[in-house]
Structures are given as C-alpha cells and as structure tokens.
C-alpha cells in the first residue's frame, strides 16, 4: 500500500455508518452542503469495483451476494484507492 500519508497530508476524514435505508446519504448531502466535504460512498466504489469485473470486485460480489460484509482490509485498500485517484478533493472526506 502507498505512503497516504505523504501523498494526501492528513485530511479530515469522518465516517457516517449506519444500516440500509437509515439516512446515511441524507446526512451526507447535508455535511456535503454545509461544510463541502466530499463524500465517498463505500457502497458506491464496491459497486464500480464490481462492474470492473477485478479480483477484488469477483470477491467483493461473491460476499455481497451470500449477504456478507466486505472485510475491512478490502474496505480500506478500495478507500485509499479513491482518496489517491482525487487528491485535491481529499481536504474533509465523508
């Protein structure tokens, strides 16, 4: 894994956790509005992983399938990716 730390600074970071359907992305678009964070969706970047058809995207829809949660390694390799890939955005993240 890269060196985040050199490459994005220390940005603030907040995660909005919560069950489907339980006003995650509502929260979101309101911290988007108010402060200008950027917001990452997990889900999202799971789905476009997916739809790439990579290693991690076939392992990814086999555990979404059996009703299963992404392990946390995966989760954060998938984040970090993100974060790497829009650096200027990376200044308060959601």
Same mark, same amino acid.
């Given at each position: 894994m890269p060196d985040v730390k050199k490459i994005l600074g220390s940005p603030k970071i907040t995660f909005v956790l919560g069950g489907p359907a339980s006003g995650k992305g509502t929260q979101c678009a309101k911290l988007v509005e108010e402060f200008g964070y950027t917001h990452i969706s997990t889900g999202d970047l799971f789905r476009a992983e997916v739809a790439k058809g990579s290693r991690e995207g076939e392992m990814m829809k086999r555990i979404m399938n059996e009703g299963g949660l992404i392990p946390y390694q995966l989760t954060v390799q +998938? @984040? +970090?990716?993100? @974060?790497?890939a829009q650096p200027s955005k990376v200044s308060s993240v959601i």
């Open positions: +998938v @984040l +970090v990716n993100a @974060l790497i």
